[in-house]
């Protein structure tokens, strides 16, 4: 039990710290490379709680494919050291007071309010099947939601490409 | 008990995977050298099995350059993330029954998830050498990697569906009667292909490929940072094929006279020596064959596959 604790106060803190750092590295490549550790923290931290397969999918689906694009467009971008110049331009330490303050409230409601209840930092698990059976029964609306959604991205991204790729055809002609 | 035999486990499953990465490094010279009518590396030692002792002397002794304009941390990390998801991957690779690290119930996503954090590592390492070859590479093995995930994934599910777990011990448990293979023949052919894409071997070795991409990804690599990225690739070569055999193979199940661990190297080792043939035996595709092979023929049939044995499985159990 005390080892889960530990376990999850740790994941915790890494998955903290990883974020701040995603947040205000300048570099783009940096930047992701703290997002995708911070993903990896909250999927130890799921499983602790005992989602195991919420926490597998975090792993394959936000680590193991959307970060790959987000890192994907930076390397196509092929950003140097201008654009890491013209970030820290773009965010001078003054520009981080006014978010810091806000989101500084946010933190001591979010602390007046967790410290009320009992903290969980370990769950009952939840087996991959109770996921499948829950999603396709009360949630089934908001599955099906998410897929009219995906199906709208891909067709908007046939079309631009489809564009794209009448060009190059009359080009090549 | 059961944690005590995972932590007795962790060893020879890490022993054994590098050693058996490192030999395969010479076995797949020593056999493309057979195909391809000539010896391969037969000098060191008794069938030239200490070649692999001098090349990692060599690799070593070598200076480790690490490119002034590249991203130092980065660069370093790249080898590491490529390596270590794969070796990660292989704690859930039953090789026996109840010889695993892991007996995790999500074992083949947790088998997905470190695969795809071995992505990075291509990807990474393309991106900080700060090389247009490596870039290049990198790029392409992020658009190869990421669609042949999505077929792997989907090629899984129908095992998982007749099978109706997540565990990759209980999957071969499923298998005592038929192996995977004839029911999920299709799954089966996905499988190989995607995992081939996966690990970027030949044919579908495009990141790095050498006659218009210098190396690839691994262009700017030297010393043992070079080493460790061909280890991780054989560990990827191992772990697809332990994999297919676990998946579609029946796992460590077969006739008595043996036992299951050696029934299951059997089998993984006739799938590495698969692979290595295909290596020998296939030109490579150009890239945008590549893609087009997975989007517009991989994709429909697994999903057509999924269909059809989510039906079966629907009619079998009746509702």
């Keep these: 039990m005390s080892l889960e604790i530990v376990l999850f106060y740790l994941a915790a803190l890494v998955a903290l710290a990883a974020t701040g750092l995603a947040v205000t590295r300048t570099n783009a490549s940096h930047a992701l490379i703290y997002l995708i550790i911070s993903l990896l923290a909250v999927a130890v931290v799921f499983y602790l709680l005992g989602a195991a397969f919420a926490a597998a999918l975090e792993v394959v689906i936000y680590a193991g494919a959307i970060v790959v694009f987000f890192l994907f467009v930076v390397m196509m971008l092929n950003l140097g050291r201008s654009a890491e110049e013209q970030e820290r331009r773009w965010l001078p330490p003054k520009m981080w007071i006014g978010p810091g303050v806000l989101s500084a409230v946010l933190l001591l409601e979010m602390i007046a309010l967790i410290a009320g209840s009992d903290a969980a930092t370990s769950g009952t698990p939840v087996p991959p099947k109770a996921v499948g059976i829950e999603l396709f029964g009360p949630y089934l609306l908001a599955v099906e939601l998410a897929s009219l959604l995906l199906l709208a991205g891909l067709v908007g991204a046939f079309h631009l490409g489809r564009r794209y790729m009448r060009a190059r055809r009359e080009e090549i002609e | ?319």
């Design chain 2, 1 to 319: 008990m059961e944690l005590d035999l995972a932590f007795i486990m962790i060893a020879p499953v890490l022993g054994g995977a590098l050693a058996s990465a490192a030999l395969l490094i010479w076995w797949e010279r020593r056999l493309l050298g057979f195909w391809q009518d000539r010896l391969g590396p037969n000098r060191v030692g008794p069938f030239g099995l200490l070649q692999i002792v001098a090349d990692v002397v060599k690799l070593l002794t070598k200076h480790d350059w690490v490119p002034p304009f590249s991203d130092r941390v980065v660069f370093t990390l790249a080898p590491c993330a490529i390596a270590g998801g794969m070796l990660m991957a292989f704690a859930v690779v039953p090789f026996g029954p109840g010889l695993v690290v892991g007996d995790l119930n999500i074992g083949v996503l947790f088998f997905l998830a470190m695969t795809s954090v071995a992505v990075y590592g291509v990807l990474l390492g393309g991106l900080a050498s700060n090389n247009k070859y490596a870039l290049i590479g990198g790029l392409r093995s992020g658009a190869q990697m990421v669609t042949y995930e999505v077929f792997m994934g989907l090629s899984l599910m129908g095992v998982v569906l007749l099978s109706g777990s997540f565990n990759l011990s209980d999957i071969v448990r499923a298998q005592e009667d038929v192996w995977f293979v004839f029911p999920q023949a299709l799954g089966f052919i996905v499988f190989l292909i995607a995992g081939l894409a996966e690990t970027h071997r030949l044919p579908f070795d495009l990141p790095e490929a050498e006659h218009e991409l210098a190396a690839g990804f691994h262009t700017e690599y030297s010393s043992m940072k070079f080493g460790l990225i061909m280890v991780g690739e054989y560990l990827g070569v191992i772990l697809t094929s332990a994999m297919v055999v676990i998946l579609f193979f029946g796992g460590w199940l077969g006739p008595g006279f043996l036992p299951p661990i050696v029934w299951f190297s059997l089998k993984t080792a006739f799938f590495v020596c698969g692979f290595i043939l295909l290596r020998a035996a296939i030109p490579r595709p150009r890239y945008d064959q590549l893609m087009s092979l997975g989007w517009k023929i991989l994709l429909p049939i697994t999903l057509v596959n999924l269909l059809a044995t989510g039906a079966i499985a629907l009619l079998r159990t009746g509702a």
